[in-house]
């Protein structure tokens, strides 16, 4: 079973995230800023992060590039999930290490296509 590390400030967008993934057989833990969720990429190495972009402190493209960075953690996709939706938001997050970028609302096919491109690759 697949593990999947959702990093979210919004109660709310972990919820429907972790709805969709549980359903459909992932495991998942959550963390609530991009600091908790540095901590917790290293100390669990999930499969796959899904990444919110607008947090208080350590914000998304700041955490992924951490992220990228870190031994630990530098094979671990990420995959950006974020209400930015400007081309100059996607090249950036790019630059961090992300290896995807989907917007919110997410639906639950280009969720789950996202993240099977990169666990089965």
Do not use: C
């Amino acid at each position: 079973m697949a593990r999947i590390l959702i990093i979210d400030d919004s109660p709310t967008e972990i919820h429907v995230l972790r709805t969709m993934l549980e359903k459909n057989g992932y495991s998942v833990s959550t963390a609530a800023s991009g600091e908790e969720g540095v901590e917790t990429a290293r100390a669990q190495v999930p499969d796959l992060v899904l990444m919110d972009v607008v947090m208080p402190g350590l914000n998304g493209f700041q955490a992924t590039r951490e992220l990228s960075r870190q031994e630990e953690t530098a094979n671990v996709p990420v995959v950006v999930v974020s209400t930015k939706d400007q081309a100059t938001d996607r090249v950036w997050a790019m630059r961090q290490g992300a290896r995807d970028y989907i917007t919110k609302p997410v639906t639950e096919d280009i969720l789950l296509q996202t993240i099977e491109k990169y666990l089965s690759a």
